[in-house]
């Protein structure tokens, strides 16, 4: 195989990332005339197996190990590092989860393997993807384009494929097995981060007005909240509103709070972070007021207001109403 997308188990189903990484899988694939396999491994390998396989990659693998049966950084990088040398792929596909981002360093110096780590995109070169990342603050694009033979290890971030476009089929199963070295496992599992979660369910809204740093301060919320009742819309924020205790956590779109997709995101003073753009870029319609019209998120935007949000805010409300 020459690319092979590493699952990550979330309890029991395969984690929306690695189905995101599948799906990126197949387009550069289809694109680069490159053949899929997929690793499922950990206690739930035979599970998640079960799900891949009705995937159109060319095969599937499941790897179970008693030594796996829980997440330790240690014993994750030493069995996906046997199976990339046993397996010999080209590229090796992750969901930029923070599992990946704890183990896949690993992988990569064990093998002495590049790791091209939070890619979003990629180009085919006669045959040959070429991967991007952003780079100060979304300001610049980087191209990556690995000028040596071997095993390279790629993570996607979140939304850079849409899992809606995965291609049904029916791969083959192989069970593999390896010999891992408890002795050299020196970490102990504590129980998996929880993602920011709370009463506002943010992933199933249809209109979402989301706030950034540039609403000024806690008392121009109601003005926001005013608009939001009147679209009938739910309210997001970016992380430096939580974080100055404007909004509660729940609130926070972004790669470490929500991901959503609603069929309108009205962005109000948010500057386009890529750990903000990672939770929002799978919306419908992208609206972005923002008074620097260098902002990164106007990129995203379908439509762009340049101006004063505290300006446009009330005015905007009174003509809905
Ligand atoms: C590990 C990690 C995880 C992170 N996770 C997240 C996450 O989940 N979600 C997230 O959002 N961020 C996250 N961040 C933070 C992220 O890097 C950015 O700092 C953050 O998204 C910036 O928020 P902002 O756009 O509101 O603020 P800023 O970047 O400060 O932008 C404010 C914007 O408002 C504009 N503005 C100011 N005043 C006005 C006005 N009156 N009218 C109109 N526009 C105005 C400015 O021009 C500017 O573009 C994370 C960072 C790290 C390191």
């Given at each position: 195989?020459d690319?092979?997308?590493v699952?990550?188990d979330k309890?029991g189903r395969?984690?929306?990332m690695s189905?995101?990484?599948?799906a990126?899988a197949?387009q550069i694939?289809?694109?680069?005339?490159?053949?899929i396999g997929?690793l499922a491994?950990?206690k739930?390998?035979?599970?998640l197996?079960e799900q891949?396989?009705?995937?159109?990659?060319?095969?599937?693998?499941?790897?179970?190990n008693?030594?796996?049966?829980?997440y330790?950084?240690?014993g994750y990088a030493d069995?996906?590092?046997?199976v990339?040398?046993?397996?010999?792929p080209?590229?090796?596909?992750f969901?930029?989860t923070y599992?990946?981002?704890?183990?896949?360093p690993?992988?990569?110096?064990?093998?002495?393997?590049?790791f091209?780590?939070?890619?979003?995109?990629y180009?085919?070169e006669?045959?040959k993807p070429?991967f991007?990342?952003?780079?100060?603050?979304a300001k610049?694009?980087a191209e990556?384009?690995?000028?040596?033979?071997g095993?390279?290890l790629i993570?996607?971030?979140?939304?850079?494929?849409s899992?809606?476009?995965i291609?049904?089929?029916?791969?083959?199963?192989?069970s593999?097995s390896?010999?891992i070295d408890a002795?050299?496992?020196?970490t102990?599992p504590?129980?998996?981060?929880?993602?920011a979660?709370?009463g506002?369910?943010?992933s199933?809204?249809e209109l979402?007005?989301?706030?950034g740093r540039?609403i000024?301060k806690e008392e121009?919320?109601?003005?926001?909240?005013?608009?939001?009742?009147?679209?009938?819309?739910?309210i997001?924020?970016?992380r430096p509103?939580?974080?100055s205790?404007?909004?509660?956590?729940h609130h926070?779109?972004?790669s470490?709070?929500?991901?959503?997709?609603?069929?309108?995101?009205?962005?109000?003073?948010?500057?386009?972070?890529i750990q903000h753009v990672v939770?929002?870029?799978?919306?419908?319609?992208?609206i972005?007021?923002?008074?620097d019209?260098d902002?990164?998120l106007?990129?995203l935007?379908d439509?762009?207001?340049v101006?004063?949000v505290?300006?446009?805010?009330p005015?905007l409300?009174k003509a809905l109403?």
């Open positions: 195989m690319i092979l997308v699952l990550e309890n395969i984690h929306r189905l995101e990484a599948i990126g197949q694939g289809s694109e680069c005339g490159l053949s997929i491994f950990g739930n390998a035979s599970a197996g891949a396989k009705q995937y159109d990659v060319e095969e599937v693998l499941t790897l179970e008693e030594h796996l049966n829980d330790t950084a240690d069995a996906v590092a046997n990339i040398t046993s397996e010999n080209t590229y090796i596909f969901g930029h599992q990946i981002r704890d183990y896949a690993r992988v990569s110096a064990k093998l002495k393997r590049p091209l780590n939070d890619v979003v995109s180009k085919n006669s045959g070429v991007s990342k952003q780079a100060f603050n610049l694009i990556l384009n690995p000028n040596s033979d095993h390279i993570s996607f971030q979140s939304a850079s494929f899992s809606d476009n291609q049904s089929g029916s791969a083959s199963l192989r593999i390896i010999e002795s050299a496992i020196k102990v504590e129980d998996p981060f929880q993602e979660a709370g506002v369910d943010l199933s809204a979402i007005v989301s706030i540039g000024g121009n919320i109601p003005l926001v909240q005013e608009l939001a009742n009147v679209m009938g819309a739910e997001a924020s970016s509103v939580v974080d205790g404007w909004l509660p956590a926070q779109v972004g470490s709070g929500q991901t959503v997709a609603p069929k309108l995101y009205l962005a109000l003073g948010i500057s386009g972070a939770g929002m870029k799978g919306s419908k319609n992208i972005v007021i923002n008074k019209p902002a990164p106007f990129e935007a439509y762009g207001v101006g004063d505290l300006e446009i805010i005015k409300t109403q």
